[in-house]
């Protein structure tokens, strides 16, 4: 009689344990990746706004020119240049925005743009941005 109770035991024991072992963070599996990877895409295509299209969420900053330019509705994680550079302007969206000194936004951002501040620096120009 107490065979059996062991068996049964040791049976209940080997589920739980390959259950834990399949649910461990660190377990191997395709789909939990396949979807980190699409959320991370669908994140980085995501506007830096609560509404896009409503006119309200822009990025713009000023040449030494004065010349204004405005992205609309800009989007996370998408590198923003301008070839005059930028020595001021406002973050009108609802993600904090990274400035960079040179184009293509690489290495680490000098300056960072809170959700609706702004900024004015005439003697250290921009030339890419990107919300986060």
């Not at 959320?39 to 995501?46: D, F, G, K, T």
């Not at 184009?103 to 809170?114: E, H």
Request: proline share 8%; with cysteine; hydrophobic share 40%.
């Amino acid at each position: 009689m107490w065979y059996r109770r062991r068996a049964l035991h040791l049976a209940v024991g080997c589920a739980l344990a390959l259950a834990a072992i399949g649910t461990a963070p660190g377990a191997v599996s395709a789909k939990p990746h396949a979807q980190a990877h699409t959320q991370a895409q669908a994140r980085a295509l995501e506007p830096a706004c609560d509404s896009p299209g409503t006119g309200r969420c822009y990025f713009e900053w000023f040449d030494r020119s004065g010349n204004r330019t405005v992205v609309p509705d800009p989007e996370i994680g998408v590198c923003y240049e301008t070839a005059a550079g930028a020595i001021r302007g406002a973050n009108h969206t609802n993600r904090t925005v990274d400035l960079w000194p040179r184009a293509t936004c690489r290495d680490s951002a000098t300056f960072l743009v809170p959700s609706g501040r702004s900024w004015s620096d005439p003697f250290q120009p921009y030339f890419s941005f990107m919300p986060r």
